[in-house]
């Protein structure tokens, strides 16, 4: 494990984003842990975080505190099934890995190379994840290049691609 040392749960503090998937995998994997956001269940985060050894919360954590917290983290615990979900990019833009659900919007952004999905958001299946994960982890460079597919430049040449193949 590399980096930090932590793993990062980040987004906003509602049920759907999961972020007691990634208090759950850090305390079986005895690892610390960082979930920042904010939101209204940041009460539910913190009493879960407090039972969690090596937890800690962020709320409302700055662009900079942001991209320091994605820098500095071993990987990114990705729990929340969402039609797209930018975290795993923005995580990946960073140089850090990603363990998501192999659903929704991680199907297109967490690719083999730079991460790893597991099957469903049970716990033993997110800690095997993480676990094939720090086996063999990504280089930083490969994630940013991997990220840099989500790009408003990659987005711009495919509409335009897209446009001189369908518009005459």
């Known amino acids: 494990m590399e980096n930090g040392g932590y793993l990062l749960s980040i987004g906003r503090f509602v049920g759907y984003k999961r972020h007691d998937i990634a208090l759950d995998v850090a305390g079986a994997l005895g690892l610390p842990v960082v979930v920042a956001g904010r ?3 940041e009460r539910e985060i913190r009493v879960h975080a407090e039972r ?5 919360v962020v709320v409302s954590p700055t662009d900079e505190e942001v991209r320091w917290l994605y820098r500095s983290a071993a990987a ?8 797209f979900g930018i975290v795993p990019v923005e995580s990946l833009a960073a140089g850090t890995p990603v363990v998501a659900l192999d659903d929704g919007g991680a199907l297109d952004t967490v690719a083999p190379h730079v991460g790893v999905r597991a099957p469903s958001q049970a716990v033993d299946m997110m800690v095997a994840a993480t676990e094939k994960l720090f086996a063999d982890a990504p280089t930083p460079e490969a994630c940013q290049e991997w990220a840099g597919r989500f790009s408003a430049e990659a987005f711009d040449q495919q509409i335009l691609r897209w446009a001189a193949q369908y518009v005459s």
């Open 76 to 83: 990114t615990i990705f729990g929340a099934l969402e039609d």
């Open 52 to 56: 969690t050894p090596g937890a800690s």
């Open 39 to 41: 939101g209204p269940l």
